[in-house]
């Protein structure tokens, strides 16, 4: 293969990845809830850890599930329990959502954010990185 046709597969190739991998280096990796369900309750074991993984307030993040899934949640020791069964993938997908929203810079999509009280009621993600800022609700 002479250099040319590599460099057009090179190319064929970069232009084939997602457009968010390119030009943010290391790809921030989603975190993951691990749970059980026990009767007619889920678990999560790794709550602490995902939102320290986050950096954002445990109680932020219980509110946000508890009223996306329409489900009370409680902290019961270093878990937290949602009150009914729930499958992973639709809490994950929640939590998924959440890092979209409130972690995420809308700019440069790097996770090195703070969240901080703006006006009207609005959150205000702010950049580390870029210095950016978006309004959430
Ligand atoms: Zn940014």
Redesign the pocket.
């Known amino acids: 293969m002479t250099d040319s046709n590599y460099d057009k597969l090179l190319d064929s190739l970069y232009a084939k990845l997602p457009a968010k991998a390119v030009g943010t280096g290391e790809r921030f990796e989603y975190p993951k809830f691990e749970c059980f369900t026990e009767g007619t309750k889920t678990f999560i074991k790794n709550f602490d850890a995902v939102v320290s993984k986050l950096r954002r307030d445990k109680v932020m993040l219980i509110k946000f599930l508890s009223k996306e899934l329409a489900v009370p949640i409680v902290q019961d020791a270093d878990r937290v329990v949602l009150q009914r069964r729930l499958v992973p993938e639709s809490l994950n997908s929640k939590l998924d959502d959440f890092t979209t929203k409130y972690v995420i ?1 809308k ?2 999509k ?1 996770p090195d954010t703070n969240i901080i009280d703006g006006e009207h009621g609005f959150k205000q993600v702010v ?1 580390e ?2 210095g ?1 800022r978006s309004s959430v609700k």
């Open positions: 810079c700019e440069c790097k950049c990185a870029c950016a």
